[in-house]
């Protein structure tokens, strides 16, 4: 790993950096129980749309404050969601401070989290939404499944595009034939109004887990063709090489010269290539959830959480519902950014 990292570094330093903030990303989607000031589904209802909560170091006076805090907020125009300051109260921001009980790893249980205010303060980084749920706490919940769903769709098309194209190009013949058609076949129909298609046929409230499941394999049944055909023509070409006549020659079985020879050398690509498509998913994902057939409220991913967006005059009002979209941009630019340098790291010219 370190010999990755000083490679990478060394070759492509967007690359590095991307791929710094994308371990520190699926970081917080572990922990993110305890990161989240607040339950993805606890509401304050008498804060809806309330603005993000500025954090302080100087009081009205002007006085310094060695531990930041916030102010109270107030709402004081239902209709139009305007709030007033209560400069009167104020609450520290304490780290590892007792809230809601909650399960680390899904059976550790406690009531701690990274930061937060005693009540009755309220401390709201992004917002909130329209029942007052706190915007900056469910954008964290949301990596579980938006950054999820990348890699386990792609380790699922990959895996079935790897493996499907290296048999086709090796044996070639009517394997080959029939497994091309077929691919082709499944390339002529327009990807997302089959993704629609396809996630209409269940119901739409299903629990949000299982929607996660049938997305990840709608995504995967639809994302290993492209490989497929991009590995066959690897594979046709590998197979020609001396090492795997060499391979043949003393007994080797089509299978071990496959699972030796074939895969391995298409590894490479396959590193990048799957690094690029990761984004791909992740927008599939979010387009479903946008339009109200993917992850279930209130379980949040960064696609439902987009959904109430939509209105141009709550765009214009409340511009933090707009988070998780900033969030949708970042991810993508960085795997993209993670994704050259993986090329340029995997790259033999530039090796030599």
């Not at 710094?20 to 917080?28: G, M, S």
């Not at 939509?310 to 795997?335: C, E, H, M, R, Y």
């Amino acid at each position: 790993m370190r010999k990755f990292l000083e490679g990478l570094y060394r070759k492509h330093k967007p690359g590095f950096v991307a791929f710094v903030f994308l371990i520190f990303l699926y970081f917080i989607a572990i922990f993110a129980d305890f990161i989240a000031p607040y339950p993805y589904d606890i509401q304050f209802r008498h804060n809806p749309y309330q603005p993000p909560t500025p954090i302080h170091f100087f009081d009205r006076e002007g006085h310094f404050h060695l531990r930041p805090f916030v102010y109270g907020h107030k709402l004081v125009d239902p209709v139009f969601k305007v709030y007033t300051t209560c400069w009167n109260e104020t609450y520290p921001v304490e780290f590892f401070v007792r809230g809601e009980p909650h399960y680390i790893f899904g059976f550790i249980k406690t009531d701690l989290h990274l930061f937060g205010v005693k009540a009755p303060g309220k401390i709201f980084l992004l917002g909130t939404d329209r029942v007052g749920r706190d915007i900056f706490s469910r954008l964290i919940y949301g990596t579980r499944i938006s950054l999820t769903i990348g890699l386990i769709g792609v380790a699922i098309s990959f895996s079935l595009g790897l493996v499907i194209g290296s048999i086709a190009g090796y044996y070639g013949g009517i394997v080959d034939t029939v497994t091309m058609r077929i691919v082709e076949l499944l390339m002529v129909f327009p990807s997302f109004y089959l993704l629609l298609a396809l996630r209409s046929m269940f119901p739409v409230d299903m629990p949000s887990i299982a929607v996660f499941f049938i997305i990840v394999a709608i995504l995967s049944l639809l994302g290993w063709t492209g490989l497929a055909r991009v590995v066959r023509s690897m594979a046709l070409s590998i197979r020609e090489n001396d090492f795997v006549k060499a391979a043949k020659v003393m007994g080797g079985s089509s299978f071990y010269i496959v699972r030796k020879h074939v895969i391995p050398n298409t590894l490479s690509y396959i590193v990048v290539a799957a690094t690029l498509s990761i984004p791909g998913y992740i927008l599939g994902e979010s387009a479903l959830s946008l339009i109200g057939l993917g992850v279930q409220e209130p379980y949040p991913s960064w696609g439902n959480m987009l959904a109430e967006a939509q209105n141009v005059t709550k765009l214009t009002t409340f511009p933090w519902l707009l988070a998780p979209g900033v969030a949708i941009f970042l991810v993508i630019v960085a795997f993209n950014l993670l994704g050259d340098g993986l090329r340029d790291y995997f790259d033999v010219k530039l090796q030599k």
